[in-house]
């Protein structure tokens, strides 16, 4: 291992045969999807967007606006809901077209992994590797990946990407650039563990290939040497990390694999250009349920027990959560309610009388034996919980999950519905949404803050989401702009507490343009002085995705 790394020869063609619209207003009247994401941020502006189709491309694009000093963001599938896409002026990037699986070989450990060049889409990659057809130009490939290749098609076991941010239309490159993660991190863990080699353009558009274990720090620094032979020292920042999941700010720690210092890095410190990525076998079947509790608390225990938190009461030794999914008390009942209003809900069945509060749970088999037990783990664990396996929705046939879908689908669809409403008599209005997550054990604690503080609040909210990694998203509706504003200081409110007591401020969305006051509130000023310093050793004008993390003025 080392802590040298020097920069590489770009790949690919140059730039005869990129498209580039280099009119501000072309780009509002054909491409205007292309100045927001998700989060609505905006009005935006950019004066080219470029369609990069190559490293060479991106490298080329960055060194020209790096000796510009003009800004430049890079865009991937815009489900971002952070602003974190959504240009400031200068260049757009698009990796879009850049959506290629591009080799494929066997890791000294055994491993199998896939190289994919950064635009290509969670849902497309995963067909491919489903189907066994990566779509790899094997002209361009060597002897070696054809015969992995042959010997990958020829393997009787289905594999599988396990990364899944929800919004499968997300791009590789983007959720290497967030770390993002969803139900089954809980279990696969976050993108970060599936990502074993990057390559990454640099704001200067000089390139370097990281692999994971190659580079780690010494005494907090790496050094990067450029092609003229120029070295830079990277100083790591010394803030500490909540021990919760976590995609907030750099991944730092003394000995840091350089690896991870891009990743979650949110574009701040270079273009991710290609990911090697090990994907998993697929299990032969997965058991997915939805409990139904008489109230919060209830499946809150649940849960900790399912998670093995609990010293008094172990979890049946057959169970191996996969994912663990709450819904709480006024999520049911804002559902019931718009069901009767004939609202999205309409078309789900009936939630069951008396049910308070649900946890969906999942967990791979690998036979019937190991089914059977599963089932019988679970059975033993819900009855101690006043739940019981003969309520649940669920089971293995494709009309059970579909239900299952339907009821998680239909909860984010209301909240929207509720805020499309109010958009319309107010354009400010939007979702105010937390992203937290909490050391396991102050779990309880947290939700009992969420509800005291919002008690005779009267604002409509709901909280679901990743409970198994105490990763819950509050989501307040606002009707009106006096209601937004506090719920916006609530946000940050949550924020503050969640840190008190050990937790993050985002565990999977990131900070975007949205959540610098977040990000302060995790590691403080200082905290940010230093990460501030850490970008500008890899983009001194600061100009690479501007306004992600901290805002500009640190950087000057
Ligand atoms: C309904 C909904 C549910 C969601 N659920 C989840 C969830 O469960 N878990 C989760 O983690 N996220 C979730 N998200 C957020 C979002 O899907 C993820 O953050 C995703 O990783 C963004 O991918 P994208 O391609 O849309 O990126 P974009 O929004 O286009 O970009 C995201 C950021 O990455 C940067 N970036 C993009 N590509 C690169 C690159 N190649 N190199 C460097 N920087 C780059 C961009 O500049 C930007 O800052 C959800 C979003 C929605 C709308």
């Known amino acids: 291992m080392g802590t040298v790394v020097r920069t590489v020869q770009p790949k690919g063609e140059g730039l005869a045969g990129c498209t580039i619209i280099d009119s501000a207003s072309k780009i509002i ?73 591009i080799g494929i070989r066997r890791l000294p450990d055994g491993r199998l992994a896939l190289t994919a060049e950064p635009g290509i889409t969670i849902a497309e990659l995963n067909d491919r590797v489903a189907r066994k057809e990566l779509g790899i130009a094997t002209g361009l490939v060597t002897q070696e990946q054809r015969s992995e290749l042959e010997a990958f098609v020829a393997d009787d076991h289905a594999y599988f990407y396990p990364p899944d941010p929800t919004e499968d239309t997300a791009h590789l490159g983007a959720t290497v650039a967030t770390n993002a993660s969803g ?126 938190d609990l010293d008094d009461q172990p979890r049946p030794g057959a169970v191996v959560p996969m994912a663990l999914e709450f819904f709480d008390s006024r999520s049911f009942d804002f559902l019931r309610r718009r069901k009767e209003e004939g609202g999205e809900s309409s078309n789900i069945p009936e939630l069951p009388d008396g049910a308070r509060a649900g946890v969906l749970f999942e967990q791979e088999f690998e036979d019937e ?125 949550f924020a503050r507490q969640a840190v008190k007591i050990g937790g993050t401020v985002s565990a999977e969305h990131g900070i975007g343009k949205l959540k610098h006051e977040f990000l302060e509130a995790l590691y403080g000023e200082d905290g940010l002085r230093e990460m501030a310093v850490l970008k500008r050793t890899f983009d001194p004008s600061g100009m690479l995705n501007r306004g992600v993390m901290f805002s500009s003025d640190l950087l000057t």
């Open 29 to 101: 009247e054909s491409y205007a999807d292309y100045l927001t994401d998700e989060s609505g941020f905006g009005p935006s502006s950019a004066e080219r967007l470029v369609f990069a189709r190559s490293e060479k491309q991106i490298a080329l694009v960055l060194k020209d606006v790096y000796e510009r000093e003009e800004p430049v963001t890079v865009s991937a599938g815009r489900t971002g809901i952070v602003g974190g896409a959504v240009p400031t002026g200068g260049t757009l990037l698009s990796l879009a077209e850049m959506n290629n699986v």
């Open 369 to 493: 034996d190991s089914l059977m037990a599963a089932y019988e783990g679970w059975e033993e664990l819900l009855d101690g919980h006043g739940s019981s396996m003969e309520q649940t929705w669920g089971g293995m046939e494709e009309s059970d999950l579909a239900k299952l879908r339907a009821l998680r689908h239909s909860i984010a669809e209301e909240v929207n519905g509720v805020i499309a409403r109010a958009k319309a008599k107010y354009p400010e209005i939007h979702k105010i949404g937390t992203d937290i997550a909490v050391p396991h054990d102050r779990l309880m604690e947290m939700f009992a803050y969420y509800r005291d503080t919002l008690a005779g609040m009267n604002l409509e909210y709901v909280i679901f989401g990743h409970i198994g990694d105490s990763h819950l998203h509050l989501n307040i509706m606002p009707v009106d702009p006096d209601q937004l504003r506090v719920a916006e200081d609530l946000a940050l409110q």
């Open 183 to 308: 139900a089954r991190s809980f279990y696969y863990g976050a993108t970060r563990e599936h990502v074993h080699r990057l390559r990454i353009c640099l704001s200067n558009g000089e390139v370097i290939d990281v692999e994971r274990g190659v580079y780690t720090a010494a005494d907090g620094k790496f050094e990067v040497v450029l092609g003229d032979g120029r070295s830079i020292t990277v100083k790591i920042p010394s803030y500490s990390m909540p021990e919760t999941k976590n995609a907030a700010g750099y991944f730092v720690h003394s000995d840091v694999d350089l690896i991870d210092l891009f990743i979650a890095s949110e574009g701040t410190l270079g273009v991710i250009t290609e990911v090697e990525v090990v994907p998993r076998r697929r299990p032969v079947g997965i058991l997915s349920a939805l409990a139904f509790f008489g109230s919060d608390n209830d499946a809150i225990e649940f849960v900790r027990q399912a998670r093995g």
